[in-house]
């Protein structure tokens, strides 16, 4: 099964952009993936290919018709597509590693990026749409927002990384952020390599990765500590 994504969005040529580059580019040459954006005024239902008009009840910007965005959803996912759809919008659920890991397995996402004031909240429930916010911050549109969600997931379908420890040690996946990394030369500015890591005791390496791991997450994200702000250390 081929990870499909499918973006709805008024600037098509923003895609595959930073996709088509690096891992997730080999991938899609590959056919590990696959992409398609289509342009929302293509299913606009005037001469004018509007696609938005001035929200109900009046005040700033223009709101995206639920009308025209029904007609593009359906014609990407028909009854029966298995892919959930996504509405890329910062009133949304905030995107985290395990819903990134849960969608790389499956068969891919439809996805709305959203513009101006945003879109009419019927078609939110009209054709069930799973709002997804990737930062607290407001954005010009969601199609950046798009290409960061979609270089999360294409990371983990197999055959995309060398290594498959590469998506499992990292921030995030096992509840905490990543340990400090290092590299050659040995000596950079008078700082040397932790000790540690150049013992080849690969237990004790662990236990200082794991220690490093905790402290990092205690000093800058805590909320993601258990309630009572600790975790235990491992023997």
């Given at each position: 099964?081929?990870?499909?994504?499918?973006?709805?969005?008024?600037?098509?040529?923003?895609?595959?952009?930073?996709?088509?580059?690096?891992?997730?580019?080999?991938?899609?040459?590959?056919?590990?993936?696959?992409?398609?954006?289509?342009?929302?005024?293509?299913?606009?239902?005037?001469?004018?290919?509007?696609?938005?008009?001035?929200?109900?009840?009046?005040?700033?910007?223009?709101?995206?018709?639920?009308?025209?965005?029904?007609?593009?959803?359906?014609?990407?996912?028909?009854?029966?597509?298995?892919?959930?759809?996504?509405?890329?919008?910062?009133?949304?659920?905030?995107?985290?590693?395990?819903?990134?890991?849960?969608?790389?397995?499956?068969?891919?996402?439809?996805?709305?990026?959203?513009?101006?004031?945003?879109?009419?909240?019927?078609?939110?429930?009209?054709?069930?749409?799973?709002?997804?916010?990737?930062?607290?911050?407001?954005?010009?549109?969601?199609?950046?927002?798009?290409?960061?969600?979609?270089?999360?997931?294409?990371?983990?379908?197999?055959?995309?990384?060398?290594?498959?420890?590469?998506?499992?040690?990292?921030?995030?996946?096992?509840?905490?952020?990543?340990?400090?990394?290092?590299?050659?030369?040995?000596?950079?500015?008078?700082?040397?390599?932790?000790?540690?890591?150049?013992?080849?005791d690969h237990a004790r390496i662990a236990r200082w990765r794991?220690?490093?791991?905790?402290?990092?997450t205690r000093a800058r994200r805590p909320d993601l500590l258990?309630?009572?702000?600790?975790?235990?250390?491992?023997?």
């Amino acid at each position: 099964m081929t990870f499909r994504a499918s973006i709805l969005t008024l600037y098509p040529e923003m895609f595959p952009g930073p996709l088509g580059h690096a891992l997730a580019g080999r991938a899609l040459e590959k056919g590990l993936w696959a992409l398609e954006a289509v342009q929302i005024r293509d299913h606009a239902l005037d001469r004018h290919r509007s696609v938005d008009d001035t929200p109900a009840g009046g005040g700033p910007g223009m709101v995206m018709r639920a009308d025209v965005l029904a007609r593009a959803i359906d014609a990407v996912s028909p009854p029966g597509d298995p892919r959930p759809r996504l509405l890329m919008t910062p009133r949304g659920a905030p995107l985290t590693q395990a819903r990134v890991r849960a969608l790389s397995e499956g068969p891919g996402a439809v996805i709305l990026c959203g513009r101006f004031e945003g879109v009419d909240e019927r078609i939110v429930a009209a054709r069930n749409l799973e709002e997804i916010c990737v930062g607290d911050v407001v954005l010009s549109g969601g199609e950046a927002a798009a290409l960061l969600l979609l270089d999360a997931c294409v990371r983990l379908i197999p055959g995309v990384m060398g290594k498959t420890e590469s998506g499992t040690e990292e921030s995030f996946s096992a509840g905490l952020l990543e340990y400090p990394q290092y590299t050659r030369p040995q000596l950079f500015e008078g700082q040397p390599i932790p000790e540690v890591l150049t013992s080849g005791d690969h237990a004790r390496i662990a236990r200082w990765r794991h220690a490093q791991s905790l402290a990092v997450t205690r000093a800058r994200r805590p909320d993601l500590l258990p309630h009572d702000g600790t975790m235990k250390e491992r023997e």
